[in-house]
């Protein structure tokens, strides 16, 4: 097709997303808001189907006006480039061959679950990786780097996946890889796994070896894979992946290359939608089972109600002083910070990850009315739930690099 048919003729995008892939099934959702935004497609995807539909096949024989895609294999790179054909891929991995990506912000992965570990009153922590992955070196950063500023260190495990030996046979090797270098973990002990894989993996090692979760070891992963989180016994806290922006952005980008524009951001970073906790960190380790108790509360009710100190004080044998002084030594904080922090969190990712009106974030938080939350917002964040919201999607979509 000539670039002047493109305005009467559907250009033809293939989106590929392998099936372990299954957090990013919302870049579908973003690449679908852009088309409408914008301009139809016609897209072509890989689709289960029981035969049904005729199978799509996209591979180096593929061919289209553009390509969405997670990981190319070389064949398919040189084929596709022969061919002209435009192509982003959402792997960090593809950032090597030249290929535009949009992807989340690693190392805010990584710096979110040191203080998520941080403040469940953890002194140990363990970052499982593959040292061969830029995602994984880059969660892996921000981890540690936001634990040593809070005065702790990290004891690094891991392995090089691709050198586990043939596919069928990988858990097998996996495991005894794994469990050694649990066994020398002291406990209790904060582990961020690079992704809900190794995370789930981590899980059912700690299981074998007679370790409690989250008691002895609390595990965190990334990408909050539905089926990978909620199967595995705990449920597994994971930071959220952002995939309806990563989706909008890569099909912007796609947009530009189709249109012949050379001069596009090789990498964009997109933030991350916060962290969805479950069961496999929930756990303290306070000394202080006064406190300790306190924090529960605190994180269970703030989110919802708006917790006040007296309602704590008023469930200890203490003075409100007394009370104060004890939680200032186990936290660092006093009671009423742990539950503006608390409160703060939640909205903010109310306001980052739902279109609800702010009447209804508020309704949901037991604000007394919207001028209260924006009271609350404009005193702990100097601007507007409103603007933060525009904030948000805007620093979403500004490309880096």
Request: with cysteine; net charge positive; proline share 6%.
């Amino acid at each position: 097709m000539r670039k002047g048919e493109r305005s009467v003729t559907q250009r033809v995008v293939g989106i590929r997303i392998p099936a372990w892939a299954r957090f990013t099934h919302e870049v579908y959702r973003g690449v679908m808001l852009y088309m409408r935004e914008h301009e139809p497609w016609q897209i072509q995807t890989p689709l289960d189907s029981t035969n049904e539909i005729e199978p799509v096949r996209i591979n180096r024989f593929w061919k289209g006006d553009g390509l969405i895609a997670f990981r190319l294999t070389p064949a398919e790179r040189c084929a596709f480039q022969s061919r002209e054909t435009a192509l982003v891929s959402i792997s960090g991995e593809s950032l090597a061959h030249g290929i535009p990506v949009v992807v989340p912000d690693f190392e805010a992965s990584g710096r979110m679950v040191a203080r998520h570990f941080i403040g469940l009153g953890l002194h140990d922590f363990a970052f499982w990786g593959d040292p061969s992955r830029r995602y994984s070196q880059l969660r892996q950063r921000g981890f540690v780097e936001t634990l040593s500023e809070a005065g702790f260190s990290c004891q690094l495990l891991g392995v090089e996946v691709g050198r586990l030996g043939p596919m069928r046979e990988r858990w097998k090797t996996m495991r005894r890889v794994m469990d050694p270098q649990l066994k020398r973990l002291p406990k209790p002990i904060g582990i961020l796994a690079k992704d809900d894989i190794a995370a789930a993996t981590l899980i059912q090692a700690c299981h074998r070896l007679g370790y409690r979760v989250p008691d002895d070891v609390a595990v965190a992963g990334v990408n909050n894979d539905e089926i990978f989180c909620h199967t595995t016994s705990p449920p597994l806290t994971a930071v959220r992946y952002p995939g309806v922006t990563i989706g909008y952005q890569a099909a912007a980008i796609l947009d530009r290359l189709m249109q012949g524009h050379k001069r596009v951001p090789l990498e964009t970073i997109v933030p991350v939608l916060g962290l969805a906790e479950r069961e496999s960190t929930d756990v303290l380790h306070i000394s202080d089972a006064m406190v300790a108790e306190a924090v529960r509360r605190i994180r269970s009710e703030a989110r919802t109600y708006p917790l006040q100190v007296n309602e704590l004080v008023a469930d200890s044998p203490l003075s409100r002083a007394a009370f104060k002084r004890r939680f200032v030594d186990a936290m660092g904080v006093p009671p009423k910070v742990e539950i503006k922090r608390v409160r703060l969190e939640r909205l903010k990712e109310l306001l980052q990850t739902t279109d609800w009106p702010i009447k209804r974030v508020a309704s949901h938080m037991g604000f007394e009315s919207m001028e209260d939350l924006g009271r609350f917002m404009r005193r702990e964040t100097g601007t507007t739930a409103t603007a933060y919201r525009e904030q948000s999607r805007l620093r979403a979509n500004e490309p880096n690099g």
